[in-house]
């Protein structure tokens, strides 16, 4: 596969390229074909952006439909026929239901650009700037959602100082034992303890980035509770982990937590469009007209593929999760048998379709499973601190037997690093 004009003309700055050097041509469900044809199966799913698999066929009837129609395609933030349809769709289906009001703002079209809204409109309700974010989260590398950020390989990039976020440790970082929003509630309620009074903290209830590291439902009790007494805004990015991909629609339902603000971006265009979306608790959308603006907010085609999403796997009957269940209880049972069959050398966490296969002594392992992977026609990414994870995102919906040869190669590919 000649790839030599990605390397002569492409940005150093390529990534994923380098993991998977083929030229991609087509996709179906769970399926991706490179320009020899050659099948790889998809457990990576755009890192969280195609949980319904690729080209699904309602999604795509409807977007075809669109765009032969002489629609609208690029509005700003005018009102539309399929922005309507978008809204109404996601207060009946999926807000109301749950019992949740929220306002939705339409950032720019990525989950970072959800995130820094987010953050401006936390410091502008509060009057407040220091956030707090976690120990091995990730929520974008724009600078204000990169300050958020902790892994220092996307800090050291910044050339500017990273300002008004200070780090806590995240649910287990000091083991089972300590409950670090008990250590949180400590450092605000001390007078001296040198931490100011945060207008927010953002948090993952699954850190996907940062090695599938899953917050417990009482932690996450915890920090509301903490927040909610302190006045402070309490952000869930759900950009990776929301849409499904931990088994309910949002990963915040599992704990009956209730956010300030929610981030969602990636799957929620349902087709892989680029889409992202803050939602904010009314009283705190003190945004004043056009604040935080943008060309590209609210993609018509994005909201096609997401409103048709809404009602084809979400709305009564459709909905997705007994199927989640399914499939995640596949992947943990395999995830489980390659860990036993390698005693010491592996665990196994996650939540839903959001599971990693961690690798416990060698943390050049898991890029070594993701290498053989890929030769063995599976396409699958690591993450972590030291990249140490395996990351298995199959897709949430599709037939058993592409997910059990999707295992297999797993299975074959962990033998392969391990002989190597
Ligand atoms: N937040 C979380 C939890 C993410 O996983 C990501 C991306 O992986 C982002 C924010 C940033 O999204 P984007 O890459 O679209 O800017």
């Known amino acids: 596969m000649d790839l030599s004009v990605f390397a002569t003309m492409e940005s150093e700055v390529r990534s994923y390229v380098r993991a998977f050097p083929t030229v991609f041509d087509t996709a179906q469900g769970p399926i991706l074909k490179d320009e020899e044809g050659r099948e790889y199966i998809d457990f990576f799913c755009g890192a969280g952006t195609l949980n319904y698999g690729h080209n699904h066929p309602a999604l795509q009837k409807s977007i075809i439909e669109y765009l032969s129609g002489n629609k609208i395609q690029h509005a700003l933030d005018m009102a539309t026929g399929v922005k309507k349809r978008f809204l109404e769709l996601f207060r009946d289906v999926i807000l109301e239901p749950r019992g949740l009001e929220y306002k939705l703002q339409f950032s720019g079209p990525t989950g970072a650009n959800a995130v820094e809204s987010a953050m401006k409109v936390a410091r502008l309700a509060t009057g407040r700037s220091t956030i707090v974010a976690f120990t091995h989260g990730y929520h974008g590398l724009s600078i204000g959602a990169l300050a958020a950020t902790a892994n220092s390989w996307y800090r050291d990039a910044a050339g500017v100082g990273l300002n008004d976020v200070v780090f806590h440790p995240y649910d287990g970082y000091y083991g089972e034992d300590i409950n670090t929003v008990a250590l949180l509630r400590k450092h605000l309620e001390d007078p001296s303890s040198g931490l100011d009074l945060p207008a927010a903290v953002i948090v993952e209830t699954v850190q996907g980035e940062g090695g599938v590291n899953v917050a417990s439902d009482q932690w996450l009790r915890d920090l509301r509770e903490l927040c909610t007494e302190k006045g402070i805004v309490l952000i869930v990015d759900d950009i990776q982990i929301g849409i499904g991909r931990s088994g309910k629609f949002f990963s915040f339902e599992h704990s009956g937590i209730v956010p300030d603000i929610v981030t969602l971006s990636k799957s929620i ?32 085609i994005a909201f096609v593929g997401a409103a048709r999403s809404l009602e084809e796997f979400w709305a009564g009957e459709n909905n997705i999760e007994s199927q989640i269940a399914h499939r995640s209880a596949m992947v943990v049972e395999r ?21 990693g296969l961690v690798s416990e002594q060698n943390n050049d392992l898991a890029s070594a499973i993701s290498r053989e992977a890929f030769k063995l026609g599976l396409v699958i990414e690591t993450s972590g601190a030291h990249d140490e994870v395996v990351k298995v995102m199959p897709p949430l919906i599709g037939d058993d037997e592409t997910l059990l040869k999707g295992l297999d190669r797993l299975e074959q590919a962990v033998d392969a690093a391990l002989a190597a």
Do not use: C
Not at 336 to 349: D, L, T
């Open 269 to 300: 265009s349902g087709y892989g469009f680029p889409m992202a979306l803050v939602l904010i608790r009314p009283e705190l959308d003190v945004w004043k007209p056009g604040m935080h603006t943008g060309t590209f907010r609210g993609n018509s």
């Open 335 to 355: 995830l489980n048998a390659i860990a036993a069959r390698h005693e010491g050398k592996f665990s196994v966490r996650g939540l839903g379709l959001l599971q």
